[in-house]
């Protein structure tokens, strides 16, 4: 097999490992959630004090000990504290009127892992741990924006962002790899933007052409070449001359049009249905895939050759769960493009569920999420029986083992390890536990667990 292509991962992986520093993230107020979100470092801290403000937010360094204060009129005038605790750090409510919560459970006090979600009044904040970013305070007003004009707070998607942008102006042939709903026809059509390609931007999801009219659709027809064919078609390719094809779900093509693509690769022309001369073509195509292509390889599903063709350089597009710090930016971005109200906003258990859900159908199931509960909300307000079912169930969990008795307490957990290890298989979960698969089911229902949270 052809030596595997590079990928940022790879770059990411290959450099020392650097110090890894803690931040924290204000992800979302619930009331005002089109207004701008902030990124602080705690690099040089001991403690955070999240106070209410009536003015502008602001976060106010003074030796060792940072004061957050945050324009949240739920919050009490001295809430939390966020400090270093041994190995770490943690948080502690400091006799607040509303308490704080931690990953969606009330407490007096937690310690803090990357990514824990601390609830505050009606604002949300995470923290984080990872590489530093360039600046230590940052706000989404201060932002630059990236390749093609996409604003981040995460700093390893801000890193994939600058790559993504080198690889635009070098023609270099990339490969977006990541889940569905991860964006990738967007950061395709960035690199398009960003490149110096005058044609258009041309997309094409492989996955949802006619088995039967596929090749005709790609590569264009002559007139008379089949039944129906009335008039002479340029075909996806040609309508990208100059400009940029981005092939999305490659992997989806059938074997017999990987061949003729691959042919298209190697000697830019295009030989439409029923043509006897091929015509010249200049593309620059970008492919995506949620599959491992080099797997698919492997296992004879997907042309080496062509691979090699494709991938000059695959760009691993993270889940929306590995970069909820920009949680707020998205939604904001979202809101506006729905024609949200001015005044829309987040009733408290709406936003919690939004904050602390784990979107296993990423940016795509986010906006979807957001236009139904738009056009439900009266008056702008967005209610937590306006999200979806698997919001709704994460809600209805029991928010401590306070709740439970200790044998449920284990069964509990000892499903969620099982959910997780299996991939959210229910039969496999069964076999597992010895009992039946609509045991599971109503455990499942029973503990409240969002069962596509373990699907990968």
Request: with cysteine; hydrophobic share 40%; net charge neutral.
């Amino acid at each position: 097999m052809a030596q595997r292509t590079l990928t940022n991962r790879d770059e990411r992986q290959a450099k020392a490992p650097a110090r890894q520093v803690p931040y924290l993230v204000q992800l979302l107020d619930y009331e005002r959630p089109l207004a701008a979100v902030r990124r602080h470092e705690l690099d040089g801290l001991a403690e955070v004090i999240c106070v209410r403000t009536e003015g502008a937010a602001s976060f106010k360094r003074d030796g060792e000990t940072a004061t957050f204060a945050i324009a949240d009129a739920r919050m009490s005038g001295k809430h939390a504290r966020i400090a270093r605790e041994l190995g770490g750090w943690g948080i502690e409510d400091l006799g607040s009127r509303n308490g704080i919560y931690v990953n969606g459970t009330k407490v007096p006090r937690a310690s803090l892992t990357d990514g824990s979600v601390i609830e505050l009044g009606r604002t949300a904040l995470m923290f984080r741990v990872g590489d530093r970013a360039e600046d230590s305070d940052m706000t989404t007003d201060d932002l630059e924006p990236m390749l093609a004009g996409i604003h981040t707070l995460s700093v390893p998607f801000a890193r994939m962002l600058a790559v993504a942008d080198k690889l635009a102006r070098s023609g270099q042939s990339v490969v977006l790899h990541g889940e569905t709903g991860t964006g990738k026809e967007v950061i395709a059509r960035a690199i398009h933007i960003a490149s110096s390609r005058t044609g258009a931007f041309v997309a094409v999801n492989c996955g949802a052409l006619p088995a039967n009219l596929i090749e005709s659709e790609l590569f264009g027809y002559k007139k008379g070449a089949f039944s129906g064919a009335t008039e002479d078609r340029p075909g996806l390719i040609r309508s990208a001359d100059g400009g940029t094809l981005f092939l999305d779900e490659i992997g989806d093509l059938p074997p017999a049009t990987q061949t003729s693509l691959l042919r298209v690769l190697q000697e830019r022309e295009v030989l439409p249905v029923g043509a006897t001369r091929p015509i010249p073509v200049d593309v620059r195509v970008l492919a995506a895939s949620h599959r491992d292509l080099e797997r698919e390889v492997v296992d004879g599903r997907f042309r080496e050759d062509l691979l090699a063709r494709l991938s000059g350089y695959v760009l691993e597009i993270p889940a929306l769960r590995d970069r909820l710090d920009d949680l707020g930016i998205l939604m904001a971005a979202l809101l506006a493009r729905a024609n949200a109200p001015a005044n829309v906003r987040f009733g408290p258990q709406a936003g919690s569920a939004l904050v602390n859900y784990k979107y296993p159908r990423n940016i795509r199931e986010l906006e979807q999420v957001l236009i139904t509960a738009i056009a439900l909300a009266e008056d702008g307000l967005i209610e937590r029986e306006y999200l979806s079912r698997g919001m709704q169930r994460q809600l209805t969990a029991p928010e401590s083992t306070d709740d439970l008795a200790p044998s449920e307490v284990r069964q509990r957990d000892e499903l969620k390890t099982l959910l997780a290890s299996h991939q959210g298989n229910i039969a496999a979960v069964a076999r597992a536990m010895g009992v039946a698969r609509m045991q599971v089911h109503r455990w499942i229902e029973k503990y409240a667990l969002d069962i596509e949270a373990f699907r990968k």
